[in-house]
């Protein structure tokens, strides 16, 4: 067969095998809201385009060794032919195998095939210990040598076919397919727009669409619009698609108003991990403490500050994070507040809008009560002010009715910042210069400066109690201490945060003041997750915590055995005795890392993960309880 010949034989063999792919993905269009033209054009384009993006790895991959075999003078050779048919089939096959395999399971978890789903797959008993029989395996197996051998035969087909219409016009189907190739590009290029201005516009339906399929590559442009002055849309006026994944909370929150409503105060720092609560390092905080509820061996619900506040509001889990913000759904804990007429004043010394907590956490908090004070002076500096501006809401309040009052401090924030004359680690790293300084010889040096910064956090904090106290206020008022992560220093290999799910990266102090509940100081497991079930229920929420979040009430009598923590693309398990990280991004095939719970390497990770597949489905279940 001639070089011609054979590039007619694939190019038709492709058209054939792209037909197929529409059939095998048509099956993702029944999960899509068709609200609106907008989004049923769209959900159409991305249909047909991504059906033929699927297959064009391979596509590219046969057509570059067509060409340079036939450079090679090898093209009519009977061992050329078959290699490239034969790569053809295969990778057309394992296409077909796999975007089937991720519909199956999108079909049944909501999930595309992702790091954990694989693994599971894999893994000595994983299909089992999803509800397979011990015969699923095989039955799989002869359908992927089914799918191969339908490929050898619709080409073996094609290939006779072929034979006996050689007559003819050469160039007819492939004027065709330069056509539908061209239209493809044209139709992808409008999807892609409609995406990146429906992200703008915050328009719902479309964003979730993208998402139904896999492998989709969304494309943003907001910060060119910004650059151009086009108004990026920030606020909660959106449509939210009527067949929306998102299903929080479970069901509508009940509620037995308390006689009396207590006022809230959140103080969550950046960076502060759990052993700078200490005599020395904190003693005002320490002294507070130990009148308080104190938990020890807490976990963040990130190893980062996005993903930190998010959990220490919502009670879920990193993942929620994506549908949440397409959404704007604002956590149940702040529309309970508001609904109960709360007095709201929150402080930041970075930023609201980055990350997006003004599309998330806050997003039904009116601007006016939003106070970031980001810009001017060291964190220190900001922080001092802002407290200032704390205390004097709290002081000009209506005593009629409850205050809520969030801040987040920046002090203990990379450069770590503090006034020279309150540091109690005198040999400090002064000129913190990212180009000069050198982690190998300087991280002393730069941990003594972090410390330095906890100190001053903790002089801060002691401003509030010592208000709340003198105002006779700690009777009637919940508080809350907390950082949003830890942070490193080369204990293990990493300085800061947000690259590992190391314990100095994830774990932070946690303080609870309830008035009239005592005090007490626990090392028993707790996570971010469970403040919002803690404060709902103190409100007078009578719902069980799991109709709203993945955490406890930290005053019940539920003890955590496990928690989960994650960052942009993936999450970790903590159970009492390993650590297992794995990717949740919608296509990856990253192997887990598995490590003890303190982050020391186990030998056997594949055996030990077949030991545990358990831990996988109750992942995937939970992942997907608050979607519809």
């Known amino acids: 067969m001639d070089f011609s010949t054979r590039n007619r034989l694939l190019n038709h063999y492709f058209f054939a095998s792209y037909l197929i792919m529409l059939v095998i993905t048509s099956g993702y269009l029944r999960h899509i809201s068709w609200e609106g033209s907008r989004t049923t054009l769209y959900a159409v384009a991305v249909y047909l385009t991504y059906s033929f ?3 064009l790895p391979t596509l590219l991959l046969v057509k570059i060794l067509h060409r340079i075999f036939y450079w090679l003078k090898r093209d009519v050779r009977p061992a050329t032919a078959w290699i490239i048919l034969t790569i053809t089939c295969l990778g057309t096959g394992i296409t077909d195998i796999v975007i089937f395999g991720d519909y199956t399971v999108y079909k049944l978890y909501n999930f595309h095939l992702n790091g954990f789903v694989w693994n599971l797959i894999t893994a000595p008993g994983g299909i089992e210990s999803m509800g397979g029989s011990g015969s699923t395996t095989v039955v799989l197996a002869i359908i992927c040598c089914l799918v191969f051998v339908l490929q050898f035969l619709m080409l073996w087909t094609l290939k006779r076919i072929l034979h006996t219409r050689l007559q003819s016009p050469p160039y007819k189907f492939r004027k065709i397919y330069l056509y539908l190739i061209i239209l493809v590009l044209a139709v992808s290029l409008g999807e892609r727009v409609t995406y990146g201005v429906s992200k703008l516009q915050a328009y719902t339906p479309v964003l979730s669409a993208g ?9 943003s442009f907001q910060h060119l619009a910004k650059k151009l002055g086009y108004k990026v849309e920030q606020d909660n006026k959106l449509r939210v698609a009527k067949g929306s994944k998102l299903h929080y909370p479970l069901k509508p929150l009940q509620l037995e108003k308390p006689e009396k409503l207590p006022n809230i105060v959140l103080l969550v720092s950046e960076s502060w991990r759990w052993d700078m609560l200490n005599p020395e390092i904190s003693p005002a905080t320490w002294k507070f403490a130990q009148q308080a509820h104190q938990f020890t061996h807490n976990y963040s619900s990130g190893n980062g500050t996005r993903m930190g506040i998010f959990g220490f509001f919502y009670g879920l889990y990193a993942p929620y994070w994506f549908p949440i913000l397409d959404a704007r759904q604002s956590p149940v804990l702040m529309d309970t507040v508001q609904d109960l007429g709360y007095q709201i004043s929150m ?6 809008t980055y990350p997006e907590f003004d599309r998330t956490v806050l997003a039904n908090i009116p601007a006016a009560s939003l106070h970031e004070y980001s810009s001017q002076g060291q964190g220190w500096e900001r922080d001092h002010k802002n407290v200032g501006d704390l205390l004097k809401f709290i002081q000009q309040r209506d005593p009629q009715r409850p205050f809520f009052t969030f801040m987040f401090f920046e002090s203990p924030h990379a450069r770590y910042y503090f006034p020279p004359e309150g540091a109690i680690r005198k040999n400090y790293l002064k000129d913190f210069n990212y180009a000069t300084m050198s982690l190998e010889k300087d991280i002393d040096l730069i941990k003594n400066r972090y410390i ?7 002089s801060q904090f002691k401003r509030i109690f010592d208000y709340l106290e003198n105002e006779e206020l700690l009777n009637d008022t919940i508080v809350i201490l907390a950082g949003d992560h830890g942070e490193e220093f080369m204990e293990k290999g990493r300085w800061g945060h947000n690259s590992e799910f190391h314990e100095e990266q994830t774990r932070t102090p946690l303080v609870l003041w309830v008035p009239g509940t005592g005090n007490s100081a626990s090392n028993r497991m707790t996570s971010h997750l469970d403040i919002a079930p803690t404060l709902l229920s103190l409100l007078g929420v009578t719902n069980p915590p799991s109709d709203y979040s993945l955490g ?14 994650g960052d942009w693309s993936r999450i970790a398990y903590v159970g009492e005795d390993f650590k297992l990280v794995l990717p949740f991004e919608r296509a990856g095939f990253i192997q887990p890392k598995v490590t003890t719970k303190d ?4 030998k056997d990770t594949r055996g030990f993960l077949a030991q545990h ?7 995937m279940q939970e992942l997907n309880k608050f979607k519809q």
């Open 53 to 55: 993006i699927y297959l």
């Open 211 to 219: 998402n139904t399929f896999p492998f989709y590559m969304p494309m």
């Open 347 to 352: 402080y930041t010394s970075a930023k609201f």
């Open 452 to 458: 330095n910064s906890c100190h001053y956090l903790d």
């Open 552 to 565: 406890y009430n930290l005053l019940g009598d539920y003890q955590r055995h496990d928690t989960v923590i």
């Open 599 to 602: 982050d020391k390497a186990i």
């Open 613 to 619: 597949n358990d831990v996988f489905i109750r992942l």
